[in-house]
């Protein structure tokens, strides 16, 4: 066991580079134990890089890795303490599933009768206890990654990595294996990093998230902070839907956008300083209901895209507002009697409006 | 919507702590087999080059004369006439080759032809026997007692034409692979946007078959120009007094004992199989990213009238190829060209001539299994330490480049080369030479490349993880290698295996400079026979060849079956 809860995993100021190209820039971060972490970002952030400097398997050009107390830095993968699964499944196609999922027993000196157990059991655990004759080729996708993850955990590892394990599947699959590897974390508690560029699945599995661009981590914290208060407008853009507006604070509270002034939190950004306020579309109140409030702007309805339980209205509003996103549902959609053309108010609740400086 | 937002720019910190990741027992073995391959290699294939660059530059005594001997040379009209029959020969087969192969593969991959399997199978012949058959066969057919020899309105079969037809027949087989290959990986979304786009079939012919084949194309007429530039067997037997640079070689050498011009001549036939190397090594690099994952593979439609057509041209192909090995297996059995023309056994009676008789035979099938076993091993070790040792890339590398030389250098001047280096009284190989050893040696480092290349192939359809997930297991390396990449590749290693036994049964080049009287091979008793005037003899050896490689062929694909079926079960979905 490690010795602390705290932190199963530290990553002290770890950087990758390959030649010229900086792939993880001076990290740092800290992994409990029994956490479901997310490594989330577009493609080129770094997060599978990082993924592999863990396993050993690309080693950083600089940086500490400590694991269960032990630094592990200059260890060889083969001496780490890890199981992993990848895209691409890497079942060895000429071994069947129980011979796949029992190839790291077979080197622990373990009783033939003791493996077919323990085998039978993880098939179980992932859901397929009927397969095991079958090769990985007569498998579909789905159940070849949970053979995968039955054969990573089979070792028993401290440290369970997952590499976009459910990118090659299809969406329906991926909702399914999404809520049972999730399930599976809970049961087992082993600590699991998974890694993806896609943020639904981020959202829904993890305990914490660790939102990555260009090398570097842009905000660590649970799914909701994320979301709600993304810590910069790279988060903001990256996760869910946001509106982006331009403005400039003229006093405390207060900003200029275009001819409209917004009251918004404005913290200690200097009078003067160029802004990005972001919202979200479902932040935006809409109404029929002319009446001038704080933050109620009139803005046009350009088209609206219906969306099953929800409608996503385009809307352009005045002067620097640009064209903004915002949902209804469909019930409401049917009470304003909203159609193209149609004139709203729109209400931007100071509490949901964030407020970034511009790097100039 | 969303608004571009500018990163501050980053700044460094560098932190002190160097990463040094230790080596796992795996690693060192791994770097230990690459240290040893890489030496193993590089003795047998750039000393033994670096020793023919040094004698070329020697006078007879041994002492250094700079670049006197060239001089020499070029100063020989005899000689020189050499370079552009050579040239000119090996160009004018390859245009011929081209034309005709690239037609035949068109009919075999692109139509509905029927019979396509046997017109497969029959081009393919040419494989299993020594380039001298098809030599031999040419003299039955148009030779001075020949039975067709006034079709040649009295020009001469011995010279460029003999040459250039024997040439196209043995050739012929290792065009059509490449083509076929080439014109196999199309890619019908293309043909269908074409043709949706109303194209005529010449124009889609033109603007996507072509291109689509261009880099097969190239590459088929560099393999072809270099195949006929270095091979002397044919031009030996069939030449007459045309001289091409691979003969001058022999003759050189073998003749006069004019090592140092030998080398010289070598070194100018190195030229023209280095530049063909090259060009083609720089074709390849362009084709890697032609054929995309999501290509869907071409379904061919019958056009009567083409399908027709080309059925027709493919008949008479296989009819020439098929009256080349039936005249030469006709002429073996018959007792006394032309005058008694009745059958018998007497030319197979090989103890009675002068060629090394069946022993030979036998030779050559001993060397022809060494080479498959302990080649293929061999080769399948290397391009796995190529493809899969962890870290140290340039070592890989090197591995890599040493293994790639081989297809570079022709077998001629790689067994004069031999001669140089394991003649040379200070090398403790020394031993190794007139064995049977050296002629297994130089005939896998001869075909070394090709078999790397097929390994690679093999090797690099595995997922690169394996490796990866079986570390996490704690997996040792050797576990892995026996348990999954062997049974995967055992396909391609019988492949090699069998590639490597044919070419050691059919080869003359490398090892006619290195056999000994009592490691004499059924190729070169072929060569030496034919040379002594007994022609009928030497198509009978030849027809021993053809025989005993078909045989091994089927060996091979019944093999081949039978693990299919034991070993690769998965592979059926």
Redesign the interface.
């Given at each position: 066991m490690p010795e602390s809860k705290q932190n199963f995993l530290r990553i002290e100021?770890l950087?990758k580079h390959f030649g010229e190209f900086?792939a993880v820039?001076?990290l740092s971060l800290e992994i409990n134990d029994s956490e479901f972490i997310c490594f989330l970002g577009p493609s080129g952030c770094g997060k599978t890089t990082l993924l592999r400097a863990i396993?050993?398997?690309d080693?950083?050009?600089?940086?500490?890795i400590i694991q269960a107390g032990k630094d592990i830095?200059?260890?060889?993968?083969?001496?780490?303490d890890?199981?992993?699964v990848?895209q691409?499944?890497?079942l060895?196609?000429?071994?069947t599933v129980f011979q796949n999922v029992a190839?790291?027993l077979e080197?622990?000196k373990i009783p033939k009768m003791e493996i077919r157990e323990q085998v039978n059991d993880l098939l179980e655990l992932v859901g397929m206890p009927e397969q095991t004759g079958k090769?990985?080729?007569?498998l579909s996708g789905g159940q070849q990654q949970r053979v995968a993850l039955a054969?990573?955990l089979?070792?028993s590892?401290g440290l369970l990595l997952l590499d976009e394990p459910l990118s090659a599947l299809d969406a329906r699959v991926r909702a399914t294996l999404r809520h049972e590897i999730r399930s599976l974390h809970e049961r087992l508690g082993v600590t699991t990093i998974l890694v993806t560029h896609d943020q639904e699945e981020a959202l829904s599995m993890a305990d914490r998230i660790v939102v990555m661009?260009?090398?570097?981590i842009e905000q660590v914290g649970t799914p909701e902070e994320i979301y709600s208060t993304p810590a910069?407008?790279?988060v903001a853009?990256f996760i869910g839907v946001?509106?982006?507006l331009?403005g400039e604070v003229t006093t405390s509270g207060k900003v200029l956008i275009g001819e409209n002034t917004l009251d918004c939190k404005t913290a200690n950004i200097s009078v003067g300083s160029k802004v990005?306020i972001t919202v979200r579309p479902e932040d935006i109140l809409c109404s029929v209901d002319s009446k001038k409030t704080a933050n109620s702007f009139p803005v046009k309805v350009e088209s609206l895209e219906f969306l099953g339980s929800f409608c996503r209205l385009i809307l352009s509003g005045q002067d620097g507002f640009g064209?903004l996103?915002t949902d209804l549902s469909t019930q409401q959609v049917h009470e304003l009697n909203v159609s193209p053309e149609t004139t709203l108010t729109a209400v931007f609740p100071e509490l949901n409006l964030r407020v970034f400086q511009?790097?100039s | 919507?969303?608004?571009a937002?500018?990163?501050?720019s980053?700044t460094?910190?560098?932190?002190?702590?160097?990463?040094?990741?230790?080596?796992?027992r795996?690693?060192y073995a791994l770097r230990i087999g690459l240290l040893t391959l890489i030496c193993f290699l590089s003795i047998l294939v750039i000393l033994p080059l670096y020793s023919l660059l040094s004698k070329s530059l020697e006078d007879m005594d041994g002492n250094f004369v700079g670049l006197q001997n060239f001089h020499e040379y070029f100063q020989t009209p005899a000689l020189l006439i050499s370079i552009t029959n050579s040239l000119s020969v090996a160009f004018f087969t390859a245009l011929i080759v081209l034309v005709l192969a690239f037609i035949y593969a068109y009919a075999l991959t692109r139509t509905k032809m029927p019979f396509r399997l046997f017109f497969r199978g029959v081009a393919l012949i040419p494989i299993l026997a020594p380039s001298l058959l098809a030599a031999i066969s040419l003299i039955y057919w148009f030779g001075n007692q020949g039975v067709l020899k006034s079709w040649l309105f009295g020009a001469s079969i011995y010279g460029p034409i003999g040459v250039i037809m024997a040439s196209c027949f043995w050739v012929f087989p290792h065009a059509l692979m490449i083509l076929i290959t080439a014109l196999s990986t199309a890619d019908a979304r293309l043909y269908e946007a074409a043709e949706a786009l109303r194209t005529p079939k010449w124009r889609i012919f033109w603007t996507v078959t072509l291109p689509g084949a261009k880099y097969g194309i190239l590459s088929t007429g560099f393999v072809v120009f270099t195949l006929v530039i270095t091979d002397f067997g044919v031009p030996k037997v069939i030449g007459g007094n045309f001289n091409v640079l691979a003969t001058d070689v022999y003759k050189q050498v073998v003749g006069q004992q004019n090592f140092e011009m030998g080398a010289v001549v070598s070194l100018v036939l190195l030229l023209p199989a280095v530049a063909a190397f090259i060009a083609d090594r720089w074709v390849q690099r362009k084709q890697i990213a032609l054929l995309s994952a999501r290509a869907v593979p071409f379904q061919p439609k019958s056009e009567p009238l083409r399908d027709w057509l080309l059925f027709g041209f493919c008949t008479i192909i296989a009819f020439i190829f098929l009256a080349m090995l039936g005249m030469a297996a006709y002429a073996s059995f018959v007792t006394f060209w032309p005058y008694n023309l009745t059958l018998s056994l007497n030319n197979y009676d090989f103890d009675l001539m002068d060629g090394g008789g069946w022993e030979a035979y036998y030779n050559s099938i001993r060397m022809a299994i060494y080479c498959a076993v302990f080649g293929s091993g061999l080769i399948f070790f290397g391009s796995y330490l190529v493809e899969k040792a962890r870290g140290i890339m340039w070592l890989r590398n090197i591995l890599h480049m040493v293994a790639m030389m081989p297809l570079a250098v022709p077998g001629l001047v790689l067994g004069i080369a031999y001669i140089f280096f394991f003649n040379h009284p200070d090398n403790p190989l020394g031993f190794l030479y007139g064995t049977m050893g050296i002629l297994v040696i130089s005939t896998i480092v001869h075909f070394y490349t090709v078999s790397h290349l097929t390994c690679l192939t093999a090797l690099k359809q595995l997922?690169p993880?394996?490796e990866?997930?079986?570390?996490?297991?704690?997996?040792?390396v050797w576990?892995t290698f026996g348990?999954?990449t062997l049974?995967?590749c055992l396909p391609a290693l019988l492949d090699v295996a069998s590639y490597l036994f044919l070419n050691a049964m059919t080869t003359v080049s490398a090892v006619v400079f290195l056999y000994s009287p009592e490691t004499m091979l059924a190729s070169i008793a072929v060569l030496n026979m034919d040379d002594a005037g007994d022609i009928a003899p030497a198509a009978a050896m030849a027809l021993m060849i053809v025989y005993t490689s078909a045989i091994f062929r089927l060996l091979h694909a019944l093999l081949s079956r039978y693990l299919k079926r034991r070993?690769?079960?998965?592979?059926?979905?």
């Open positions: 100021n950087t900086v820039q001076d396993a050993g398997l080693p950083q050009s600089s940086g500490r830095s200059n260890l060889p993968p083969a001496e780490r890890f199981g992993i990848f691409s499944y890497a060895f196609p000429n071994l190839y790291g080197n622990q090769y990985p080729a007569q054969r990573a089979a070792t590892p661009n260009e090398g570097r910069s407008p790279f853009d946001m509106n982006f331009q990005q064209k996103i511009e790097n | 919507m969303s608004v937002v500018s990163i501050p980053i460094a910190n560098k932190v002190a702590s160097s990463v040094r990741i230790q080596l796992s795996d690693d997922d993880e394996f990866t997930v079986s570390l996490s297991l704690k997996t040792p576990r348990k999954v049974p995967v070993t690769q079960v998965w592979r059926d979905r």
